[in-house]
């Protein structure tokens, strides 16, 4: 382990968190975001922005031909959608405010439309899109139209599970698009709570023991020996054998993305939560200790973990969002687990330390609004360097997973989404 970590503002070690001045910077962060996102449902409501900032600020997401469908501006298509609504999920939670609570019910619609629509559907994301936008309604305060329309995607979802592989696909018509035929990518790890939360309401194994093959998959591909990930993996459909590794928005096929291995340690610890496989907390482990080891000096990643300080490269602040909220469900995870013994009790402080240095770093060099002049909660994400798509600009998944960080740490017994 690396334990000669400067930390952002000074805070060290296990006292992260319990001094006054962190408790103030978590109120202070939260309602510099919670501003912003007061501005954005006056500006989208339930409409849905763009995936990422254009130039700092967002707008409404562009009019598009989409399965068919000619879609005005702010339609419900892509795979960040449903973080709008789980913002406004997490805002109710912290504060109570009936505007957000009716405005995240007033998404449920948008989504039962988007799959009667077939709108997109050919897709992974499914769960990122199904699991903010109609299971958390449903769980928060009872939505039956949430919940049919859940029950709904995760059928979808089945769908893309491929025998004899054992895996979920993820992207890519599954009768028309041979090239995507196979894939998968480590973001899926997040997608399976879905198929898990289907299983536990429906009481039919099938989603469950999809979501369990498929990750197991992933545990023994993605994952290379080093404990780096792979963004993508390729399985032969026909055999059901492993072919090779590769990235789409990596640095190179050979390199460590860091969204995917910020994926690999909350979707790990997560999918560790719903079966108990304690390989998945190996593997969650295994991520986590190299995501922090190549971190650089503020505790936010370059956007592939390549880069370090001194690179003239930017930095991915989604990444950090997810791998804070990531450490946190994995610190829990451990404790709980046979593992969280003794011999982890180093392990799991250095967890949550990390996570509180990320957030720390995130709320007084990354947040958006206030004088920034942005509508984003963070700034500074990269969504595809490679594309040039959103290089250096806010997105919804890094606003999303950042408020819960914020929720995490300012109501340590929060219950999960996923
Ligand atoms: N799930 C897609 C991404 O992280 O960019």
Same mark, same amino acid.
Do not use: K, M
């Given at each position: 382990m690396t334990e000669s970590v400067t930390y952002p503002l000074g805070a060290t070690g296990d006292t992260a968190g319990t001094t006054d001045a962190d408790q103030e910077l978590l109120e202070g962060a939260l309602a510099v975001a919670l501003a912003v996102v007061d501005e954005n449902m006056v500006t989208f409501g339930d409409r849905y922005p763009g995936d990422t900032t254009v130039n700092g600020r967002y707008e409404l997401r562009p009019a598009a031909q989409v399965s068919g469908h000619d879609l005005p501006a702010g339609s419900n298509y892509e795979w960040t959608t449903s973080f709008w609504p789980g913002q406004l999920w997490l805002a109710w939670e912290l504060t109570g405010r009936e505007t957000y609570r009716d405005l995240g019910l007033r998404h449920v619609p948008r989504f039962t439309e988007r799959l009667t629509e077939e709108?997109? /559907?050919?897709?992974?994301?499914l769960g990122f899109l199904y699991t903010l936008a109609c299971v958390t309604p449903d769980r928060l305060v009872g939505s039956p139209e949430g919940r049919t329309t859940a029950l709904a995607a995760a059928d979808h979802l089945l769908k893309?599970?491929?025998?004899?592989?054992g895996i979920v696909q993820a992207?890519?018509?599954?009768?028309?698009?041979p090239e995507q035929r196979g894939r998968t990518i480590i973001d899926s790890l997040m997608n399976m709570p879905l198929l898990h939360w289907a299983s536990e309401v429906t009481g039919d194994a099938r989603y469950a023991d999809a979501a369990r093959r498929h990750v197991a998959q992933l545990r023994d591909r993605i994952i290379r020996d080093d404990d780096t990930t792979f963004h993508t993996f390729h399985w032969?459909?026909?055999?059901?054998e492993p072919r090779f590794g590769s990235t789409?928005?990596?640095?190179?096929?050979? $390199?460590?993305w860091a969204r995917g291995q910020a994926w690999g340690i909350y979707g790990f610890a997560l999918n560790h939560r719903w079966t108990e496989e304690p390989t998945f907390l190996d593997a969650a482990v295994r991520c986590a200790d190299y995501f922090l080891d190549h971190l650089p000096a503020d505790r936010v990643a370059y956007?592939? @973990? #390549?880069?370090?300080?001194?690179?003239d490269q930017p930095r991915d602040s989604s990444a950090a969002a997810i791998a804070a909220c990531g450490l946190l469900e994995l610190a829990g995870e451990l404790e709980r687990?046979?593992?969280?013994?003794v011999a982890e009790a180093e392990r799991i402080a250095r967890y949550r330390r990390e996570a509180w240095a990320m957030v720390r770093s995130l709320a007084t060099s990354y947040a958006g609004g206030g004088e920034t002049? $942005?509508?984003? /909660? /963070? @700034?500074?994400? #990269?969504?595809d360097w490679r594309t040039d798509k959103g290089v250096d600009e806010g997105n919804l998944w890094g606003d999303y997973f950042y408020l819960e960080a914020l929720t995490r740490l300012l109501r340590p017994d929060w219950t999960p989404y996923w």
């Open positions: 709108i997109d /559907l050919h897709t992974h994301d893309r599970f491929l025998e004899p592989a992207w890519g018509n599954l009768e028309t698009s032969d459909t026909e055999t059901g789409q928005q990596g640095y190179r096929d050979d $390199s460590c956007w592939d @973990l #390549v880069f370090s300080d001194g690179d687990s046979p593992r969280g013994e002049g $942005s509508n984003a /909660l /963070l @700034l500074h994400g #990269v969504y």
